[in-house]
């Protein structure tokens, strides 16, 4: 599955298997759950990407999985 509920019980946010893998390291991508970010959950990543808030957490995901 692609959601789940939100430990707020009042919203469902991606899960991690739905977010795409660090486009620098192959990291993976991890869900903040207080502010709606995404970023590389590796911390060794030389770069350490994070996305910015988004306020949804279904945006924050579509953001993240983006590539230029």
């Known amino acids: 599955p692609e959601l789940r509920l939100c430990p707020c019980g009042r919203s469902y946010m991606p899960t991690p298997a739905s977010l795409k893998p660090c486009p620098f390291c192959g990291g993976e991508g991890t869900m903040g759950e207080a502010a709606w970010t995404v970023s590389?959950?590796?911390?060794?990543?030389?770069?350490?990407?994070?996305?910015?808030f988004v306020g949804d957490p279904m945006r924050a995901r579509k953001e993240w999985n983006r590539r230029a």
């Open 40 to 52: 590389c959950g590796n911390k060794r990543c030389p770069v350490s990407p994070r996305g910015g």
